[in-house]
């Protein structure tokens, strides 16, 4: 008899990426299980008599279209030597093996295709248009104030959050060949995409609320606008709340920002 020690590793697919799984097709591939390795203590033989069958829970969605394999890690890449898959479902795969190793499921998906020169160009045109139009409007709400009366503040931060918003996604996309295996930057421009046009969202309800009040003309408001409607406390209510929902979405769901898609 023979004892075997078995251990999960949660976090070690961001050392052992599946991208080190080489094939000849370039396709799109996604760690579908947490590492594993099982060894036989006391003892350098990792050859079994009889292959050895692994469960995996799938840790990400299955893709009908994708093809899974069986992997181990040798040295510095992962291989399917000596493994083969069993049956798999929506849920699980089983997987056998002849050895003992550090093993995972690995599945491949054919990339998207690329898109056209012609859609780049015309994406390319609509944001230099767009920013080109957000710095007009900024430049006249900023400058030019028809009422006293008038609150331009909220008019102001949509186009600045808007601007900064664009200016970002045109940054991103040329320099994207660039960033892209750059996680933690992928995450930090991701984010900052989120709250730039939520923020912009949170001054469109303010401006609503505002155009509200203009309209309605609310005595019990009107009073006490220096109070309740001072620019400050608009800048705090239109970039905190943002702020607020941008991080609860990051604790909740950090593998949504910088994933390799």
């Known amino acids: 008899s023979a004892a075997v020690a078995f251990m999960s590793y949660s976090t070690m697919e961001n050392l052992l990426k599946p991208d080190f799984f080489n094939t000849s097709n370039d396709t799109v591939k996604t760690m579908m299980s947490t590492v594993i390795s099982a060894t036989l203590p006391k003892t350098n ?25 069986c992997v181990y890690w040798n040295i510095s890449e992962w291989i399917v030597d000596g493994c083969s898959l069993l049956k798999t479902n929506s849920s699980y795969t089983v997987c056998s093996c002849v050895h003992l190793s550090t093993f995972a499921l690995i599945m491949q998906t054919s990339r998207p295709p690329e898109s056209s020169q012609l859609l780049d160009l015309l994406n390319l045109v609509c944001v230099i248009v767009g920013l080109v139009f957000f ?120 593998e949504g920002y910088g994933s390799e898609r």
């Open 45 to 69: 033989n990792t050859k079994l008599t009889k292959p050895v069958n692994f469960t995996f829970r799938h840790i990400r969605e299955f893709d009908p279209n994708g093809s899974l394999s």
């Open 135 to 254: 710095s007009l409007a900024l430049l006249t709400f900023a400058l030019c104030q028809w009422s006293p009366g008038v609150n331009n503040v909220a008019r102001i931060n949509i186009c600045i959050s808007l601007l900064l918003a664009h200016l970002l996604f045109l940054l991103t996309q040329q320099f994207l060949s660039v960033i892209r295996h750059k996680q933690v930057l992928c995450a930090v421009i991701s984010g900052l995409l989120h709250f730039f046009f939520l923020s912009g969202f949170v001054w469109m309800f303010i401006e609503a609320v505002m155009l509200f009040i203009c309209v309605k003309n609310l005595s019990q408001i009107n009073s006490k606008k220096r109070e309740v409607l001072s620019s400050g406390f608009l800048c705090v209510i239109g970039y905190v709340v943002a702020l607020v929902v941008v991080c609860v979405s990051v604790g909740l769901v950090p």
